[in-house]
C-alpha cells in the first residue's frame, strides 16, 4: 500500500488534480468577492420586487463552498479518473506488472491495494477540496445562514439553513460524495486492466460519466423511469440532499433534519452496490488475464 | 312632500358622518404622532410558499416621518419590501387624501369604523386605502391598501401594552406575491423523489408576521440604522 501511495505521489499528474481544484476554487472566490451581488441578482430576479435581503450577509463562507462544490462535484470525476485509470494500465506500458505480479502477493490482494490506493487519493483530494472551498471562503466571506436555491419538480424554492445547523451537513456532504467518487475511482481501475496505456481507461471513463450524466439529466418519462435508477451518474449529486433541509406543515425549517433521507440512504447503498459489482469484476477478470506485459 | 323631506334627510346625513370620520382619524393620527422614533425587538415568521425560512430574530427601528428598518442581526432574512406600511404614517400621514365614511363591521371580535381614505393625487402609487378602527382604543386594527404598481396588502394588528401609543403586539402583513423561478441552467439538482407542493396549495399572496416583545419608544434612533 505504501509503495502504491509513493507512486501515486511521484506521478506529477497527481498534483494536476490539487492545482485545478485550486484554482478552480479561487477565481470564484476572487469572481464573487468582486461581485458576488450579480449572482445574487439573477437568482432572486423574479422576487427582487417583493423582497429585501441583505445580499452581502448571504454570500457567506458557507454559501460559497456550496457553490463551488455544485461546479466541482461534476468536474473531479475526471480529476479522479487521471490517477485511478493509470493503476493497472501505468504498470502496463513502463513493462513492470508482470514483474509486480511476479511478487508474493496475490492479484486479487494487488487489484485490492490498487483500489485503496485510489481511493485514499479520492479522500485526499475531497479534503483538498474542503480546505480550498470551505475553509479559505469561511476565512474570507465569513460565517452566516447559507441559502439554497432550488429546483422541485416544476417548482422553484429557496432554503434558508441557519450558520449553526450547516457544518454538519458539510462532513456529511464530503462523507457522501467520497462514496460516489470512489465509484469513478473503481470503474477507472476496472477499465485500465484492459488497456497497455492510461490513455485508453481516461478516455473511456470520462466519456462513460459524460453519456450517463447527460442521460440522467433528460428528462424524458421513459428514461427516468427505466434508465435512471440503474445509472450511478443519477446518485453522484447525492451529496446535495444533505443540504434540503426538512420543513414543518408551515414550510419552517426544522434544525438538524433531512427532506428525504431514505432516499440519501437509498442512493447511498446503491453506490457502494457500484463499488462491490466493479471491484469484484476488476478482481475476477484481473485474475484470469494474461500478463503479456 | 315626505319623499323631499327623506332625500333632505340623506344628504345632511353624510356630511355629518364624513366629519365624524374625519376627526376619527385626526384623533387616531395625534395617537400615532406621540411617537417620534422607536426600536423594538421582536420575531419574524414568513409564509410565503416558495420560501423555506426559519424563525427570525429581528429589531425594527423606525424614525419619523417614514424612516423604517427591519434588520436580523442574528442571520439572513427576507423582509417583503412593502413591510415598511407597518409604519402607519405612511397611510394616514399628511391630509393628501379625501376621507369616506364606510359605517361599521365586525373586525374579529372588535365593531371597528370602516374609514377609507381616496388620495387626492391621481397619479399616486396608492389606489385606495381602507382603516378598520376600535373608535373605544382610537388604533387601528386593520389597513387594507391597494396600489397601482405593487398590488395589494393587508395588516392586521392586535393591541396590548402599548396600545397608548398606537403600538401594536402583533402584525400579520399580507402581500401578493410572484411565481418564484430560478433562472434555467443555475442549479444541478438531486432528484430526492420528494414532490413539489400541488398547485392546489400555491397561494399568490404571502404573510410575514411579527411578535412585539418589547419597544423603546422616543429614546432617538441613529440614522446608520436606516443605511
Redesign the interface.
Same mark, same amino acid.
Given at each position: 500500500m505504501q509503495i502504491e501511495l509513493f507512486k501515486i505521489s511521484k506521478r506529477p499528474r497527481t498534483y494536476i488534480a490539487f492545482a485545478a481544484i485550486t484554482a478552480i476554487a479561487f477565481i470564484f472566490q476572487f469572481a464573487f468577492k468582486a461581485d458576488g451581488q450579480s449572482y445574487m441578482d439573477l437568482v432572486l430576479q423574479s422576487v427582487k420586487d417583493s423582497f429585501e435581503l441583505e445580499k452581502a450577509k448571504a454570500i457567506n463562507g458557507y454559501f460559497m463552498c456550496y457553490i463551488i462544490l455544485n461546479t466541482l462535484l461534476i468536474q473531479v470525476p475526471i480529476l479522479v479518473a487521471l490517477i485511478a485509470a493509470d493503476s493497472i494500465s501505468g504498470e502496463a506500458n513502463m513493462g513492470t506488472l508482470r514483474l509486480l505480479i511476479s511478487k508474493p502477493i496475490s492479484r486479487t490482494q494487488l487489484i485490492l491495494v490498487k483500489f485503496a490506493a485510489a481511493t485514499i487519493f479520492t479522500i485526499l483530494l475531497l479534503l483538498w477540496m474542503a480546505i480550498t472551498a470551505l475553509v479559505i471562503s469561511l476565512l474570507i466571506f465569513g460565517a452566516d445562514d447559507m441559502l439554497i436555491f432550488r429546483v422541485k419538480g416544476e417548482d422553484s424554492q429557496i432554503l434558508q439553513i441557519t450558520k449553526d445547523d450547516i457544518l454538519w451537513r458539510y462532513f456529511a456532504a464530503f462523507g457522501y460524495a467520497t462514496v460516489a467518487l470512489t465509484v469513478i475511482a473503481a470503474l477507472s481501475l476496472f477499465l485500465s486492466i484492459f488497456a497497455e496505456n492510461s490513455i485508453g481507461p481516461i478516455i473511456a471513463t470520462v466519456c462513460i460519466v459524460i453519456v450517463c450524466t447527460i442521460i440522467s439529466n433528460i428528462n424524458v418519462p421513459i428514461i427516468d423511469k427505466n434508465v435512471k435508477p440503474f445509472l450511478f451518474t443519477s446518485y453522484l449529486v447525492g451529496w446535495k440532499g444533505f443540504f434540503y433541509i426538512g420543513t414543518n406543515g408551515e414550510g419552517v425549517p426544522i434544525k438538524g433534519s433531512l427532506e428525504n433521507w431514505p432516499s440519501i440512504r437509498n442512493s447511498l447503498l446503491i453506490l457502494i452496490l457500484h463499488i462491490a459489482v466493479i471491484v469484484t469484476a476488476s478482481v475476477l477478470v484481473f485474475r484470469k488475464k494474461d500478463i503479456l506485459s | 312632500m315626505k319623499k323631499l323631506f327623506l332625500i333632505l334627510l340623506c344628504f345632511s346625513i353624510k356630511p355629518v358622518s364624513a366629519q365624524d370620520a374625519e376627526a376619527l382619524v385626526k384623533k387616531v393620527k395625534e395617537k400615532i404622532d406621540l411617537v417620534n422614533n422607536y426600536e423594538a425587538d421582536g420575531i419574524m415568521?414568513t409564509?410565503?410558499?416558495?420560501?423555506?425560512?426559519?424563525?427570525a430574530q429581528v429589531k425594527i427601528y423606525f424614525k419619523k416621518p417614514n424612516l423604517l428598518k427591519i434588520k436580523?442581526e442574528k442571520?439572513?432574512?427576507?423582509?417583503?419590501?412593502g413591510a415598511v406600511s407597518i409604519n402607519l404614517n405612511n397611510i394616514i400621514g399628511g391630509d393628501q387624501y379625501s376621507i369616506i365614511d364606510a359605517g361599521y363591521e365586525k373586525t374579529g371580535t372588535v365593531k371597528t369604523r370602516v374609514v377609507k381614505l381616496l388620495p387626492k393625487d391621481d397619479n399616486a402609487d396608492v389606489v385606495l386605502s381602507t382603516l378598520y378602527i376600535d373608535e373605544t382604543n382610537l388604533v387601528i386594527i386593520k389597513a387594507k391598501t391597494t396600489t397601482r404598481e405593487?398590488g395589494s396588502y393587508q395588516l392586521d394588528m392586535t393591541f396590548g401594552k402599548y396600545t397608548a401609543y398606537c403600538l401594536p403586539d402583533k402584525i400579520v402583513f399580507t /402581500?401578493?406575491?410572484? @411565481?418564484?423561478?430560478?433562472?434555467k441552467g443555475?442549479? /444541478?439538482?438531486?432528484? @430526492?423523489?420528494?414532490?413539489?407542493?400541488k398547485p392546489a396549495e400555491k397561494n399568490k399572496t404571502?404573510k410575514a408576521e411579527i411578535s412585539f416583545n418589547s419597544y423603546t419608544i422616543n429614546k432617538g434612533v441613529s440614522d446608520s440604522f436606516f443605511k
Open positions: - | 415568521k409564509n410565503v410558499t416558495f420560501l423555506k425560512v426559519p424563525e436580523n442571520g439572513i432574512s427576507f423582509v417583503p419590501k405593487n /402581500f401578493n406575491i410572484k @411565481d418564484y423561478k430560478l433562472p443555475v442549479t /444541478f439538482d438531486f432528484d @430526492d423523489g420528494t414532490n413539489a407542493d404571502g
